[in-house]
């Protein structure tokens, strides 16, 4: 049982030193966040958890709605910002 525990930490000390070496080379490059696609994905997630929660059941799915209806509000208040095609 000890070694597997050990192995996992390893990874994930591995893992964790790798994100950051990654993180810091891509540091300089800026990005400029797109809300178009905030939007396509709220419009994607909130119908989704809104169907999900009435087929299976599950009232923890209207946390998807949320996140989909955030998702819209971010986008639409950002519409100035969407690139252009």
Not at 22 to 42: C, H, N, P
Not at 46 to 64: D, E, F, K, S
Not at 70 to 81: E, F, M, Q, S, V
Request: charged share 15%; proline share 4%; aromatic share 10%.
């Amino acid at each position: 049982m000890f070694p597997i525990i050990l192995a996992l930490l390893v990874l994930g000390l591995l893992l964790t030193i790798f994100t950051v070496v990654i993180w810091k080379k891509r540091k300089g490059a800026k990005t400029e966040t797109d809300y178009r696609a905030f939007y396509v994905l709220g419009i994607c997630f909130a119908p989704l958890g809104i169907v999900l929660m009435i087929t299976i059941g599950n009232p923890g799915m209207l946390g998807m709605t949320g996140l989909g209806v955030a998702y819209i509000a971010i986008g639409l208040a950002n519409r100035d910002k969407w690139k252009k095609k």
